[in-house]
């Protein structure tokens, strides 16, 4: 059976790299434009360059998005941005409009063209039209169950890719006005405000100022917050299934969540791979079985990085009454603070230099994140010194130091530091 392929998103170069670093196959980014994620860093043009190629001397694959749907105004800057494409090579894009599909087709032939979940496949027929289109991959609306799946791979024996981590819309993937209408900023352009996840009330007119809550169930008022979704315990059927491609949802999130999510399936996967191979692929319930026996301390690092609370969305069939909103707060959950980023190491001196992104003082235990789960160790650095060489009695956000390490044995320039529990 051909492996399923791991996609991770890169919102920036940094988030890249460590996608790719802590397992993930393929990446997902966008330009400054046209990409569906305004709010998240995105890459200039030299940057892009520079990460196909990156990735390309590491045997990873390179998505562009270029998902919006385009108005008029618009088509010039696409067609440039199309035509940039050419020059930098990556292994497909990602559209959504089809007159965006056209000019693809148009300035470049050759690309592979994947259809975004903005168009909201849900039917084989849909996939069937988009193939005569010449689409090669399809990104199929994450509303659909998994026999739903079963039936569009059966079907057409298309390249399927589908969602299987991360924040869910309460609105078909995206096509949703809530909030052009309630804050002037479109989802379709990629600048969502997301009011979904706002507390809402409710004010009669004539009473204004006066705010009488909506409560479901007495659970509180937040009716659009949809859960994040959590796909893991799926991957056996997902495979058998067929599908080619499975996605990490979060452009717009941190490094830590690139790299805890996409370690977390790389292991997944791995391991799903090795009982397949050992059990044998006409054993699909001894597989299933066994690969449920592993999963407690995947999805344990799976709560350890920043989410909503989990769902297993529409996959399963939605006849089980089971909520998918976050009814009583639109905060997020971590079971871990991420504390920095190793950059370099010095094993005469045994220190390392850090990247701090929290604070830790010395002495304490912290955890050293490598590239796999069962490398995780915890060190206590004795002494934290900054750049100038002056102890500090604490780590501050955004800044360099050099920690002490006795010995810094194993440590690797790219694995992250964080405090388990909170
Ligand atoms: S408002 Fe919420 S449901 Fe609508 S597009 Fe934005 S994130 Fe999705």
């Known amino acids: 059976m051909?492996?399923?392929?791991?996609?991770?998103?890169?919102?920036?170069?940094?988030?890249?790299?460590?996608?790719?670093?802590?397992g993930a196959d393929a990446v997902y980014l966008s330009g400054k434009r046209f990409g569906l994620r305004a709010q998240s860093d995105n890459f200039h043009e030299e940057e892009m360059e520079y990460s196909v190629r990156f990735a390309h001397d590491?045997?990873?694959?390179?998505?562009?998005?270029?998902?919006?749907?385009?108005?008029?105004?618009?088509?010039?800057?696409?067609?440039?941005?199309?035509?940039?494409?050419?020059?930098i090579q990556p292994d497909g894009v990602i559209i959504s409009d089809p007159g965006v599909l056209r000019m693809v087709k148009r300035y470049l032939p050759d690309m592979e063209i994947h259809l975004s979940t903005q168009t909201n496949l849900t039917n084989y027929e849909a996939v069937k039209f988009?193939?005569?289109?010449?689409?090669?991959?399809?990104?199929?609306?994450?509303?659909?169950?998994?026999?739903?799946?079963?039936?569009?791979?059966?079907?057409?024996?298309?390249?399927?890719?589908?969602f299987v981590h991360g924040a869910m819309c309460m609105a078909y993937s995206g096509r949703c006005l809530l909030s052009d209408f309630l804050a002037s900023r479109g989802a379709n352009n990629g600048n969502c405000a997301q009011p979904c996840r706002w507390n809402y009330s409710l004010v009669e007119e004539r009473r204004p100022g006066e705010y009488f809550p909506i409560e479901e169930d007495e659970r509180g008022t937040y009716i659009?917050?949809?859960k994040d979704l959590n796909l893991l315990s799926f991957l056996p059927e997902i495979r058998e299934i067929g599908v080619d491609s499975i996605k990490i949802e979060g452009r717009n999130k941190g490094i830590y969540y690139a790299a805890g999510a996409t370690r977390a399936y790389r292991a997944a996967l791995d391991i799903l791979e090795d009982i397949?191979?050992?059990?044998?692929?006409?054993?699909?319930?001894?597989?299933?079985?066994?690969?449920?026996?592993?999963?407690?301390?995947?999805?344990?690092?799976?709560s350890y990085i920043s989410h909503r609370h989990y769902t297993d969305g529409f996959f399963p069939g939605r006849d089980d009454g089971t909520p998918m909103q976050n009814y009583g707060d639109n905060s997020y959950i971590r079971g871990s603070d991420f504390l920095g980023i190793i950059l370099s190491v010095d094993p005469i001196a045994r220190t390392a230099k850090v990247d701090i992104r929290g604070k830790f003082v010395p002495g304490e235990e912290i955890q050293v994140m490598g590239w796999k789960i069962q490398d995780d160790y915890f060190i206590r650095p004795e002494?934290?010194?900054?750049?100038?060489?002056?102890?500090?009695?604490?780590?501050?956000?955004?800044?360099?130091?050099?920690?002490?390490?006795?010995p810094p044995i194993g440590l690797e320039p790219g694995f992250l530091l964080r405090r388990i529990g909170q």
């Open 2 to 22: 051909k492996k399923m392929e791991l996609l991770a998103p890169a919102g920036s170069v940094e988030k890249m790299k460590a996608a790719i670093a802590f």
């Open 58 to 87: 590491l045997g990873k694959r390179v998505y562009v998005t270029i998902n919006i749907y385009a108005r008029n105004a618009d088509l010039e800057e696409v067609e440039k941005h199309i035509r940039f494409m050419k020059i």
């Open 130 to 162: 988009w193939q005569d289109m010449g689409v090669k991959r399809f990104i199929l609306a994450r509303e659909l169950s998994s026999w739903e799946i079963r039936q569009i791979k059966r079907e057409t024996g298309a390249d399927l890719e589908i």
């Open 224 to 226: 659009f917050n949809s």
């Open 276 to 302: 397949s191979r050992r059990v044998g692929e006409d054993n699909p319930e001894i597989i299933t079985k066994e690969y449920a026996g592993i999963l407690e301390p995947i999805q344990r690092e799976l």
């Open 383 to 406: 002494t934290i010194l900054d750049d100038a060489g002056t102890t500090q009695e604490f780590t501050r956000p955004n800044t360099m130091v050099n920690i002490s390490l006795e």
